[in-house]
């Protein structure tokens, strides 16, 4: 049997998940849960995840939804324990504790720039822009992340992590307003080297591509028509 | 040595952590870092939190924040691996994903509130009052948690966890509408059960009563001064 995997790929925790199965080779099945025909407000996907967000994964008896969680689990169940660079790194209680302090950081800074970008409400079509009084949070977001990257070739230790799986869709949702990437060297050569996975494309770049399109459609369309705003 | 335990009273998540070290009875100092005076933002203290924010431990050689990974550093350093009823439960895959999904929820239904009560920065003087487009969701909140705990003594498993004092101060936040918790009557009992824990009135409720003044204060100072809204 199987993983079922609920997701949309233009859903950054989505691309967490669906990055975390594809890099441990985890057998899965892709159901798209379209969230532009509201899909996820379906009884047939409000029965998987009665929150409504994706993504959500089936697991034998256990249906799991937060894609932290997901990616958590996914890799304490799946993840060989004599491996030895592990994407949940687990061998010291410092280590751990240091690990979570940078998981939770990231929900603040990911948090920070949808606050900014103002699309919480996206995939409903109520996008009308970025707040541009919160420029200056979501630049420090991004100064933060730069810091945290300056000479390191990944979020934490030496090798792969969840982590960096979960700062690379919290920076990516800057790139709908055509962030200058050289602005930030660290950033820009640490992503460069994880476009180097062979899943990034499928997995991150396209969703990342077409939700910038999609954003651009919806703040126009709100600008030509006052009454969306 | 004891942990250096930097917090203000007012603050939900130093609440957090406040409760853990009383529970696990882990010596420690109390180091009030005063948010009204700024002194979060003083060297003194972001040298220990670059973030700026409470709360913050030093214990030996680690210094961490983030409140939620501090709580579950004490639980994995200092809670007895023998102890049958875990703050920090750790007995099968499938029940710490479960765990984890409610901590990750318990975060987004935080941020839900704070935004309703748009409170960020409340303790900058700021706050004008709550976003009264905001109310269903906040609303909502209270409604998904009532469910959560409905039957129920504890919101995880049969015994107190670290889940029960991230949703109470998630909750607590609505108290600075005069919410009335008779329509919510699983979290009012809940509530009712939870003040009998000794540390409850100093660590929680006397914190949260505070809150609600300042909150009400600030509102009151920004209706009489449209400038501030």
Redesign the interface.
Known sequence: MVIEFYYHPLSPPSQVVWMVLKELNIPHKENLVDLLSEDNNKEAYTAINK?KVVPAIIDG??T???????A??LC??YEPKDKAERLYPCSG??E???F??L???D?DNY?TLL?YLNGDEIFVGTASGPKENLLPKAIAVLEEVEKLLSGKQYVFGNHLTLLDFFVLTTVSCMEVIDTDWKKYPAIAKWKSDLMKLPYFEECHAKGVKEFVELYKEYCAKSASNPERK
Chains 1, 2 share one sequence.
Request: charged share 25%; no cysteine.
């Open positions: 929150y008896d256990l799991l939804s937060e894609s932290r969680a997901i958590m689990y304490v169940k209680v410092a751990i504790a240091n979570n302090r998981v939770f950081r929900i948090q606050k």
